[in-house]
């Protein structure tokens, strides 16, 4: 099992950026995917984008392409998610997820599924004003 703890969250004008950071604990977090996903109120849960083990490899929706950059650093245990041009419609919570079933495979970046997701955090709001 992993523990993971997202920060970094909060009020944004439009244009503006926010980074958020998730606390990895539990595995050793330079052998397993990551992901960031959202959820905005009566809405369903939406991938943002993932990252494979060692950071070499990168998925992100289209919706946020160009303008949202995920990282992570494996030293620290500890996820990104660099957000830019934030947009109202970009406002929900934000969730970071880990995806061990596929382990210490460096190549392999986490689906974008959630329920194939192990492990989530409690998640952060995000809110962008117009």
């Known amino acids: 099992q992993v523990q993971l703890v997202e920060s970094g969250g909060g009020l944004v004008q439009a244009g503006g950026s926010l980074r958020l950071s998730c606390a990895a604990s539990?595995?050793?977090?330079?052998?397993?995917?990551m992901g960031w996903f959202r959820q905005a109120p009566g809405k369903e849960r939406e991938f943002v984008a993932t990252?494979?083990?060692?950071?070499?490899?990168?998925d992100y929706a289209d919706s946020v392409k160009g303008r949202f950059t995920i990282s992570r650093d494996n030293a620290k245990n500890t996820l990104y998610l660099q957000m830019n041009s934030l947009k109202p419609e970009d406002t929900a919570v934000y969730y970071c997820a880990a995806d061990w079933s596929v382990y210490g495979v460096p190549w392999y970046v986490g689906p974008r599924r959630p329920n194939e997701y192990e492990d989530w955090g409690q998640g952060t709001q995000v809110t962008v004003s117009s």
């Open positions: 539990g595995r050793t977090f330079s052998s397993y995917a």
């Open positions: 990252i494979s083990s060692i950071g070499s490899n990168t």
